[in-house]
């Protein structure tokens, strides 16, 4: 009994370090967080800024995106009320936004592309995209709208750019800034190429079966050109707060340092 009473405080300073160190949210306790909302391809962005600061203290990315949803009346899916309450619960640094791969505009009769079809689209499309940049920026969050990439489907292609051409000015118009994927998995003749440069400069696939979507490797790309573009957004903002230490435990002097994070190389 006397050496299990001996032992007692031993394990208790045991289990408060322990804690210390295995909260998976603690490197990320000062960091900015930066909001990722849209369709599956924002969920392809999201999950490459994820990887690309798991070890670092950078930034802390929430995953709000959503498979199968869109902007345009075919989605059930309501982004503008989702996107209003995100602003005010999420307290992001920073929102990016990728909509497009299920939005493509009903503008065509027989094939062909309807002019009165296509201004009604885009005057409806242009109002959501106001919307929901506008509940962020009312909310004091950075908004990065990101452009939607060639894809594999020339007809597909052309509805792309249709809806870049729709979004960029209304986004940017209400304080986004625009980021442009075009030039990304592409031909030097800006034609679909499913293989390019990966960040090792190596030739790699970059574009899904699908060829729509982009593989892991290709939404790396996408997270490397993102990155300055979030430090130089937040450079002048505040670290967050640390959280506060659990209730009863006491930082030690003597406590061991932890074990530095291997560097995971591209």
Known sequence: M???????????TCLVACAAFA???????????????????????????QRRYLRSKDFHVIDKSKIGTGLTSRSTYDWDAVVAELATTEKASVAIVMFGANDRPPVRI???????????????????????????????????????????????????????????PVAEKEGAQFVSLWDLG?????????????????????RADDGVHFTPTGYDLIAA?????????????????????????????????????LAITQ
């Open 186 to 206: 592409v031909d030097p003749d800006g034609s679909y190429n499913a293989f390019g440069k990966a960040l090792d400069g190596q030739t790699k696939r970059l």
């Open 2 to 12: 006397v050496r299990t009473l001996f032992a007692l405080p031993f394990i208790a």
């Open 110 to 168: 027989k094939g062909v592309v309807d002019p009165g079809l296509s201004e009604k689209f885009s005057k409806s499309y242009g109002a959501r995209v106001e919307k929901i940049v506008k509940s962020l920026r009312d909310a004091k969050i950075n908004v990065v709208w990101l452009g939607d990439p060639v894809v594999k489907d020339a007809d597909y292609t052309a509805d792309m750019q249709m809806l870049n051409q729709v979004m960029e």
């Open 225 to 261: 050109r993102l990155d300055p573009i979030l430090k130089t957004l937040t450079a002048n903002q505040p670290a967050t707060a640390p959280a506060p230490a659990p209730a009863g435990a006491k930082a030690s002097a003597d406590a061991p340092a932890p074990t530095p994070a």
């Open 23 to 49: 909260d998976p949210a603690a490197p990320h306790a000062s960091a900015p967080d930066i909001l990722v909302v849209g369709d599956s391809q924002a969920q392809g962005v999201a999950g490459a800024l």
